[in-house]
């Protein structure tokens, strides 16, 4: 229920702290005082529309606060935590409303967004008047309410279930469908490109393997020549070896004839000859390293051409190559196995829509019967509230064609407001006042049905009064045995069946400006009298009008 409102600079309200009581709860005060202003600030709050001339004149911005106290698993705490809101303790909606017309939301001190504030607060609050079309110009709220008005919320949350199995049956059976279709379309060019890929067998890493290979090989063909040039100028014919080898040895015959002259001279030449001959066999092992097959290297650049150009071909990597084949394997294997899984996904489809239509249908035949017994318990709650010759009809149009998560069902709420008069639908038919008392005999035939924890109804005994406020009043009453009920209201028969009365007023600010500001005060139980009293004979409060005043409160006690 709503514990607590705070409101800073909004309109005539320049501070304004209140606390709520469980049970009925009257606002009242001469017209003009501010109880409107009340009502869009508690909107404001739970996500309704912000204006910025809703700031009171001479500020930067205007701010609402309404405080909750929920169980722990009420719906709203639950969506709360579905949207990572954190829901310990009281919920907290704040809303800032700054004058220039932009708007900041937060719950719980957490930002959020209005829509998400608007959805958590309609969990909470309902707000009703006499052109407050919210709880019924939408069919979808008719059958919500139906629904819990006959205790169908399991029964409607496994059709939605089925609902949604057998919508993910035939999504998978038109999407196979789908790729059925497309892989015959294309069956040759499948085969023809499995063909190929499978041929040409491609390996993960292939690519990179050859090129490097490659490269290595024309490497090894440009040094190769410089090599066998170096051998050949080593080995070959014109090799220098020879010639010295027989210089050493003629100038060692000549080192006799002339001792210490040619000593060192052969001993250079001769490490030379060593150095040459070393030279020698490293060329010789180089030129063999070198050594490879021309026709080795015209495979390899094969190899690496027909990947390069399979890729090309199919638009994708050489590295994605093994992948594609896989998936035109596995797209072959689907085109032949595709009629068989295809029948099972139809089939499939079509039992789960067998079972949603037995669940929709069992679920259309309750809400038929929950629709008289709805309409049979308005119906009782009309005489008193002056609808004596009034029917309220709940008219159940079932449409197997138009399934959806909800069932097969339309609901609407029709009246006939006169004898002789055609029925039609409520929104359509009944006048503002006639809707208000409408609107509080469902509510009352709900009870604890189907209601957020906190109704507030807006001046809905406006234009009525006598046994018809009286009766208002009773069924506000009766309805704050199970909901938290605010009610502003001109009627003293209403005011009186209040547990909690609140008198708004304004007049001059504290400041001693000449700014005029809106108050509002809890009643105490002796000064009740006279408002009522003052709510029963207008401007000037007479002595019968306080022992009336009285009398109702005594009779309402």
Do not use: C
């Not at 449409?399 to 029709?414: K, P, R």
């Not at 049905?449 to 906190?454: F, L, N």
């Amino acid at each position: 229920m709503l514990v607590q409102l705070s409101i800073r600079d909004i309109v005539l309200i320049e501070r304004l702290d209140l606390a709520f009581e469980s049970g009925l709860s009257v606002l009242t005060g001469e017209t003009g005082a501010g109880k409107s202003i009340l009502l869009d600030s508690l909107s404001l709050a739970l996500g309704g529309r912000g204006d910025g001339g809703l700031v009171r004149h001479g500020e930067d911005k205007g701010q609402i606060t309404a405080v909750f106290d929920v169980p722990v698993q009420h719906p709203a705490r639950l969506f709360l935590r579905e949207n990572g809101i954190d829901d310990d303790g009281d919920l907290i909606f704040r809303r800032i409303q700054n004058a220039d017309g932009r708007t900041r939301a937060s719950v719980n001190d957490q930002p959020v967004s209005v829509q998400l504030m608007r959805q958590a607060g309609q969990l909470l609050v309902e707000i009703h008047g006499q052109h407050d079309d919210r709880a019924l110009t939408d069919t979808n709220t008719h059958r919500s309410l139906l629904d819990a008005f006959a205790g169908l919320t399991e029964e409607v949350q496994q059709v939605g279930i089925l609902y949604r199995t057998w919508k993910d049956a035939e999504r998978a059976f038109k999407t196979h469908r789908a790729k059925v279709e497309a892989a015959a379309r294309e069956a040759d060019y499948i085969r023809a490109s499995v063909e190929e890929l499978e041929g040409l067998s491609p390996r993960d890493g292939e690519e990179d393997e050859l090129a490097d290979k490659r490269s290595q090989m024309q490497k090894a063909e440009r040094i190769a020549g410089d090599i066998s040039e170096a051998s050949e100028f080593l080995n070959g014919n014109g090799s220098p070896v020879p010639l010295i080898a027989s210089m050493v040895r003629r100038l060692e015959r000549k080192s006799h004839e002339a001792p210490g002259l040619l000593e060192e001279t052969v001993e250079l030449l001769d490490a030379a000859l060593n150095h040459l001959s070393n030279a020698q066999m490293e060329v010789e092992a180089a030129l063999r390293k070198t050594e490879f097959d021309p026709r080795e290297l015209e495979r390899v650049e094969e190899r690496l051409f027909a990947l390069r150009a399979a890729g090309r071909k199919y638009s994708v990597a050489v590295v994605d190559l093994p992948a594609l084949a896989e998936k035109m394997v596995a797209d072959l294997a689907d085109l032949d196995a595709g009629e068989e899984k295809l029948g099972e996904l139809e089939k499939q489809a079509g039992t789960t829509k067998v079972e949603y239509d037995r669940a929709a249908a069992a679920l259309s035949e309750k809400r038929g019967h929950g629709a008289a017994a709805i309409a049979e318990a308005v119906m009782a709650e009309l005489p008193a509230l002056k609808l004596e010759r009034a029917r309220f009809m709940v008219d159940v149009a079932s449409d197997a064609e138009s399934a959806t998560a909800e069932g097969i069902d339309i609901v609407e709420f029709h009246v006939q407001t006169n004898p002789g008069t055609r029925p039609g639908p409520i929104m359509k038919v009944a006048s503002g006042g006639e809707l208000s008392r409408f609107l509080l005999a469902l509510k009352v035939a709900l009870a604890d049905r189907g209601s957020a924890p906190t109704l507030v109804f807006d001046e809905i005994d406006t234009g009525v009064g006598g046994a018809v406020a009286d009766a208002i009043g009773q069924r506000l009453k009766r309805l704050s045995g199970t909901v938290q009920v605010l009610s502003v209201t001109h009627a003293p028969q209403v005011a009186a069946r209040a547990a909690t009365h609140l008198l708004i007023s304004k007049g001059p600010t504290a400041d001693g400006s000449d700014k005029i500001a809106t108050r509002v005060a809890t009643m105490e139980p002796e000064h009740r009298t006279e408002e009522i009293a003052r709510m029963l004979a207008g401007a000037s409060v007479t002595e019968e009008a306080r022992a009336a005043a009285a009398r109702l409160l005594a009779g309402n006690g």
